[in-house]
């Protein structure tokens, strides 16, 4: 049982390239999550999706948009990205919205 | 804007002791707080949900508590052991908007 899968594990990108950060879960839950870990801020959301077919912005959505695939597959883009944008990434999920998480083991992200 | 706290930062403790953790918020307007679990490098695992007509949730060692009225949350290890040291997080649920925010953590370091 796999629980929720976050690829890749470690990435390093120069300011203004694009990537997409890539979440799947294994657990039929209805509701997606990413979040941004930074050292003295805590966790903050980014984007979630209360269910397949719909997101929405969380705290902090600014430089990022983020795709709903499938009921499995929440993906988070960086269309450019900034040093700002350094942090560790974790996407969860949960049956209800707001929930009862099962969160993944994060993408620790270095834009230089 | 709800606010949740966390104090000390970090915390030693010799092994075998007994220890509480501190989670304050500023809004009681909440609908449950959870406890998790951060191992370093990893993601977050749940460890306590309290909703906010209880008053405390126990699995194994650990108790948590809740204070709505006070804005006061505590979680209780007994026995503490060296696999207990980790960065422990409270997470508030809200009733207006149903966001959930975090705390920053404390980083508990079991000695042996």
């Known amino acids: 049982n796999a629980g929720v899968t976050q690829t890749p594990k470690f990435q390093v990108l120069k300011t203004g390239q694009s990537m997409t950060l890539q979440c799947a879960q294994d657990m039929n839950h209805n509701s997606m999550y990413w979040y941004r870990q930074d050292p003295g801020m805590g966790l903050r959301l980014i984007y979630y999706?209360?269910?397949?077919?719909?997101?929405d912005k969380g705290e902090v959505p600014n430089g990022y948009n983020v795709s709903r695939l499938n009921k499995r597959e929440f993906s988070l883009r960086l269309e450019s990205a900034a040093p700002s944008q350094t942090s560790v990434y974790f996407c969860?999920?949960?049956?209800?919205?707001?929930?009862?998480?099962?969160f993944g083991s994060g993408t620790r992200l270095t834009v230089v | 804007k709800q606010e949740v706290t966390q104090i000390p930062a970090a915390l030693s403790v010799p092994e075998g002791e007994n220890l509480v953790l501190n989670c304050s918020f500023t809004d009681s307007a909440i609908y449950n707080l959870q406890w998790f679990r951060q191992d370093p490098g990893k993601g977050l695992t749940s460890l306590l949900l309290i909703q906010s007509s209880q008053r405390e949730q126990t699995s194994g060692r650990l108790n948590a508590s809740l204070d709505k009225s006070s804005g006061r949350s505590t979680l209780y290890i007994a026995a503490s052991q060296p696999g207990d040291s980790a960065t422990y997080l409270c997470?508030?649920?809200?009733?207006?908007?149903?966001?959930?925010?975090f705390g920053k953590g404390t980083r508990l370091h079991i000695l042996p």
């Open positions: 969860a999920s949960s049956e209800r919205l707001f929930y009862g998480y099962t």
């Open positions: 999706s209360a269910s397949e077919g719909t997101t």
């Open positions: 997470a508030v649920r809200m009733n207006r908007d149903d966001k959930i925010i």
